[in-house]
Each structure stands twice: as C-alpha cells, then as structure tokens.
C-alpha cells in the first residue's frame, strides 16, 4: 500500500540521518563568537545535512529527518 511504502522511505531516511551523524554530548559550551551557543546551532538541520557536518543534538536530527521528508512529500 502507499502507506507501507512511505513508511519504509521514512525509515530509510531515518536511517541515513541516524548513521550520517555523531550526536555531541557537550553542545551546551559557549564558544561560537556570534553569541550563540554551540547547543543553539547544533540544532540546525544545517548540522545533519551540511557539507562536511558531522555532529548535532537531538533537535538538529529532528530537524533534518523532517526537512527530508518534506521534500520527499512525505507528511
């Protein structure tokens, strides 16, 4: 059905987010010049989906899996 395939391409999107990147654990340290802390912009999807970006928290995962899917025109 339409609802088992864009199930299984959400898993796969999933999957390819989850494996892509490393979460920090010490995201919460101030150290970007900008004002904003590293947790702030380690909640991008910039983080997840950036060319040679690597680590996020958990919101930039989030973000990144529904961008995707987004675009994908998967609710």
Same mark, same amino acid.
């Not at 987010?17 to 490393?22: I, M, P």
């Not at 979460?23 to 900008?34: L, S």
């Given at each position: 059905? &339409?609802?088992d395939?864009?199930?299984?391409?959400?898993r796969?999107?999933?999957?390819?987010?989850a494996?892509?990147?490393?979460?920090?654990?010490? =995201?919460?340290?101030?150290?970007?010049p900008?004002?904003?802390?590293?947790y &702030?912009?380690?909640?991008?999807?910039?983080?997840?989906?950036g060319? =040679?970006?690597?680590?996020?928290?958990?919101? =930039?995962?989030?973000?990144?899996f529904?961008?995707?899917?987004?675009?994908? =025109?998967?609710?």
């Amino acid at each position: 059905s &339409d609802y088992d395939e864009e199930r299984e391409y959400a898993r796969k999107i999933h999957d390819y987010v989850a494996c892509k990147v490393t979460y920090d654990p010490i =995201g919460y340290e101030t150290d970007i010049p900008t004002g904003e802390t590293r947790y &702030d912009t380690f909640q991008e999807a910039y983080n997840v989906l950036g060319e =040679g970006q690597e680590t996020a928290v958990c919101a =930039g995962y989030a973000r990144a899996f529904a961008l995707i899917c987004h675009y994908a =025109g998967i609710n």
